[in-house]
């Protein structure tokens, strides 16, 4: 049994909110490094694309895609096969480009908890410039919500396409 989280970046995404994204991205990669996340493994490890390489400083998330872009991607460990889809998001875009993240199903997939995290940090401060959904549970993303919420403050809204989404 799997499920994929989706995403159309549906324009590319301006420096300040690109800068706020990621700022708020590296809050949480330095969290999770410290702090025990629900329902996964401890240490909560995310890797390079390809699963080979520990992703040791937040800046590790940040990439360079082929043409220069800025873009975020990670992966969940090899050695440990808790590696499957590398997740890329990517901030410029020529219009209506599509990424699909699909998962084997576990509950201990540490970069899970990673692509929702990131899909809501982009939700929140890229607005407008990617349309989100997922097949995964509203009660998953509920939880990542309520971590974000204790671990940063604020209020994380879901992406209307996942609140509709019937289980």
């Known amino acids: 049994m799997g499920y994929c989280h989706c995403y159309t970046q ?12 990621t700022v708020q991205l590296s ?15 401890q240490p909560l490890v995310l890797c390079t694309s390809d699963g080979r390489y520990p992703l040791l400083q937040p800046a590790d998330l940040m990439v360079q895609s082929g043409i220069r872009q800025p873009a975020i991607s ?37 970069y899970d908890f990673m692509v929702k995290a990131t899909l809501l940090l982009a939700h929140r401060f890229c607005i407008g410039c990617y349309d989100i959904s997922s097949d995964g549970t509203l009660a998953e993303w509920l939880d990542v919500q309520e971590w974000l919420t204790k671990h940063l403050g604020g209020q994380w809204p879901i992406p209307e396409a996942i609140l509709n989404n019937p289980e």
């Open 27 to 41: 809050n949480v990669f330095l969290i999770i490094q410290n702090r025990h996340v629900p329902g996964h493994k």
């Open 74 to 110: 990670f992966n969940g460990e090899e050695k440990e096969n808790l590696e499957y889809e590398s997740f890329f998001l990517g901030q410029h875009s020529s219009g209506g480009e599509f990424c699909k993240t699909s998962f084997n199903w576990s509950p201990d997939r540490p």
């Open 10 to 21: 549906l324009k590319s995404v301006p420096n300040d909110q690109w800068l706020l994204l």
